[in-house]
């Protein structure tokens, strides 16, 4: 079960800040760091031609060697309680 658009929202929120916490909101000019996953990283071999296969600090390692990132920057991200799964209690409350 998924708070929905038409929900009234987490029973333990006042109205006003349910209204805030509603939906997710990016802070604009926060970003964090973040490890490309396994993936994502073959996929990004893979672009440059490169056939990999092995863990993570191999294919890291033939990143780097290969001038492709390993960290990229992603924005920080407040999130909000729309389409986010309910709790046993909120279920229970309703």
Known sequence: MNFESTNHGPFWMSNAKREQARKDK?????????????PDQIKRLQERGIT?????????????NKGIPIIEEIPKVIEGWEGKPKGMIQVLSE
């Open 26 to 38: 990016v802070i604009e000019g926060s970003m964090k760091m973040k490890n490309v996953a396994k």
């Open 52 to 64: 990999a296969t092995g863990n993570i600090a191999q294919l890291c390692k033939l990143a780097k």
